[in-house]
């Protein structure tokens, strides 16, 4: 089985919770990692999401991984996208 992993970076401009979570994450930069598996048997070459996760570093420095799905993260973001900017009208 051929596993590949790849990294990007989320940048929240405000506060934000993650569905399945009950604390208020600061907003800032957020790693968050997503392995996929190569598809047998095709083709062409085909991947599938296996894992998402987000780091979330917390008190003391402590990083955890924190199991996502791509939807909750979506949704994240689009109401991090959607709050209304400091100082701009509403």
């Known amino acids: 089985m051929n596993i590949r992993s790849s990294r990007k970076q989320v940048t929240f401009a405000h506060p934000f919770t993650l569905s399945g979570y009950a604390d208020l994450l600061p907003a800032g ?3 968050v990692l997503v392995e996929e598996e190569l598809l ?3 083709s062409f070459e ?4 296996t894992s998402t996760h987000m780091i ?4 003391a420095g402590r990083a955890e991984m924190r199991p996502i799905t791509e939807k909750d993260l979506e949704a994240a973001i ?3 996208q959607a709050a209304p900017q400091p100082g701009g009208a509403e």
């Open 29 to 31: 930069n957020y790693d």
């Open 40 to 42: 047998q048997g095709l």
């Open 46 to 49: 085909a991947y599938r999401r």
């Open 56 to 59: 979330v570093t917390g008190r």
């Open 78 to 80: 689009g109401r991090d």
